[in-house]
């Protein structure tokens, strides 16, 4: 009974921990450290290890029509990524390879919300 309570405990403070972040903090500390996240800087462009945030959202925004199958692919990509589902051209996957699976690093819904944040964001 005690490791119920005691696991109850944690998973109702992770959610409260994840509730407390915003979105653009989420997107900085997940993704932040490969993609190109905020200000541009001459150090973010030099060690850029994937396209920038504001490219994945104009590469989403032109293949889908609606708002959620954008998120829906986001969401998709970042776990379970090929290189037949990349929206970009052969010059980016000779440049940054296809990206590592995200599923042990980030949640379904920090996805959804990171997605639904930069979506916005270059909207």
Known sequence: MKKILV????LSTSNMLFASQS???LANQKCGSCHLM???TKEKLKNMKAPPYWAIAKKANLRYEKNEDR?????DYA??????KMLFPKETKEKFGVMP???DKV???EIKLISEYILKEKS
């Open 38 to 40: 905020g200000a541009i």
């Open 101 to 103: 699976s995200q599923k």
């Open 79 to 84: 776990l379970n990524p090929d290189e037949d």
């Open 23 to 25: 979105a653009e903090e």
């Open 107 to 109: 949640t379904e819904d």
């Open 71 to 75: 998120i829906k692919y986001l969401i």
């Open 7 to 10: 696991i109850c405990l944690i």
